[in-house]
Nanobody, 115 residues
Framework: QVQLVESGGGLVQPGGSLRLSCAAS????????MGWYRQAPGKQRELVAVIASGGSTNYADSVKGRFTISRDNAKNTVYLQMNSLKPEDTAIYYC?????????WGQGTQVTVSS
């Protein structure tokens, strides 16, 4: 069983920045691949960024060059640094990991980009 708790969302103006955090329970965080997803109102949940246990990363085209995913294995935490935010980045952001056939999700954190 893995518990994921996101934090760091909020209201920000276009062009601003936010850093999301996801704290994971358990003793094996360092071997988990971790991902950030988002879901905007009326839209399907979409992958934003992933970071493998070895540190390699991948990003959705819509966030490349603006968002950075990172991890701190000593703190069992994965981060999403979001810069140059746009109104279309408004969504609930979820942290995710999968172990075998089981997928674990956090409760989500709201990010609103608006002037």
């Amino acid at each position: 069983q893995v518990q994921l708790v996101e934090s760091g969302g909020g209201l920000v103006q276009p062009g601003g920045s936010l850093r999301l955090s996801c704290a994971a329970s358990g003793s094996f965080f360092r071997i988990y691949n971790m991902g950030w997803y988002r879901q905007a109102p009326g839209k399907q949940r979409e992958l934003v960024a992933v970071i493998a246990s070895g540190g390699s990363t991948n990003y959705a085209d819509s966030v490349k060059g603006r968002f950075t995913i990172s991890r701190d294995n000593a703190k069992n935490t994965v981060y999403l640094q979001m810069n140059s935010l746009k109104p279309e980045d408004t969504a609930i952001y979820y942290c995710n990991t999968g172990i075998g056939t089981i997928s674990y999700w956090g409760q989500g954190t709201q990010v609103t980009v608006s002037s």
